[in-house]
């Protein structure tokens, strides 16, 4: 784009160079795209050239600073309630252990909120279809997002680092119970560690992440195992919090090189679970 927002496509047509003039409308209609791998919604696709444009958009746009954090995440509180798929699911927590150093999983964040509801809603919507799917969810921390997985009907995989599973295996026990659609485990997964054979083998139809992009890093040890565990018929999903825009654009500038990378618009997300400090991404291996 030039300093007139005006995107010169200068193509080689029988030796001569052809301008095509774009204005910034008909530039954001081209980046919409009616479904993205199995998610069947419209999303914006990121411009991979120019990874700082998305952060740029979304600071200028959502003004994520402007907005109190935990609008959804009761971080001081043993229980998190959260109504979700006609139950009401109890999360517990353990804000004790939030201040031991590099403990980040012992509390709800706002997008495993914000990415839960958004999965009920897309389907509702008939925007995804979990009933019977395999599901790896990455970093799953208190685990809301992958009950909210199972009680959809998918058979889901939660994990997290090795010390992290015991409040996570709690929070199953106490909110899978009765008649659940899908089904629900708990593993370790150490981000960039060779993967076992029952998580890989088939690969997942879907992987989910919360709040999975905050740390420098872990960008790349998170980007091997997105790539370990994506397939043809493999769709990504990340809920990020707007925090740290250098951050984001380091994932989305590497991660870039190996996916098509898809905006959900929050039009599409769950009407009372929107924030302008989260964002919903949709990968897909290229
Ligand atoms: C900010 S918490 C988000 C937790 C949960 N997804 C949510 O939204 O509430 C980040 C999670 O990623 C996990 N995590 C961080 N680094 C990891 C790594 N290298 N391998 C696996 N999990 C990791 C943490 O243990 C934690 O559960």
Request: glycine residues 10%.
């Amino acid at each position: 784009m030039n300093v007139d927002g005006i995107v010169r496509d200068e193509t080689n047509v029988a030796g001569k160079a052809e301008e095509k003039e774009y204005s910034y409308e008909e530039e954001e209609e081209e980046r919409m795209v009616e479904e993205l791998g199995m998610y069947r919604g419209k999303v914006r696709l990121v411009n991979t050239e120019d990874p700082a444009e998305e952060t740029m958009l979304l600071w200028g746009i959502q003004q994520p600073t402007f907005s109190k954090p935990n609008a959804f995440a009761r971080q001081t509180s043993l229980q998190l309630p959260i109504d979700a798929c006609g139950r009401s699911l109890s999360i517990l927590q353990s804000p004790s252990n939030l201040g031991t150093p590099g403990v980040t999983g012992s509390v709800m964040w706002d997008s495993g909120v914000v990415l839960g509801k958004f999965l009920e809603h897309a389907v509702e919507a008939g925007r995804i279809h979990l009933q019977g799917k395999k599901v790896v969810e990455l970093g799953s921390g208190c685990g809301l997002v992958g009950c909210i997985a199972a009680l959809l009907g998918a058979q889901v995989i939660l994990t997290d680092l090795p010390d992290r599973l015991r409040l996570l295996k709690k929070n199953v026990e106490a909110n899978l119970y009765g008649d659940v659609r899908g089904s629900a485990t708990v593993t370790e997964l150490t981000w960039g560690d060779e993967l076992d054979h029952g998580i890989k083998d088939p690969l997942p139809d879907y992987v989910l992440g919360s709040d999975v992009i905050y740390s420098e890093g872990a960008v790349m040890d998170l980007l091997a195992t997105l790539l370990d565990l994506s397939g043809t018929q493999t769709t990504v999903i990340l809920a990020g919090e707007l925090r740290n825009d250098a951050i984001l654009e380091y994932f989305l500038q590497a991660a870039a090189e190996d996916f098509t990378i898809g905006r959900v618009d929050q039009s599409q997300w769950h009407p009372d679970c929107c924030s302008p400090r989260v964002v919903i991404y949709v990968l897909v291996k290229t």
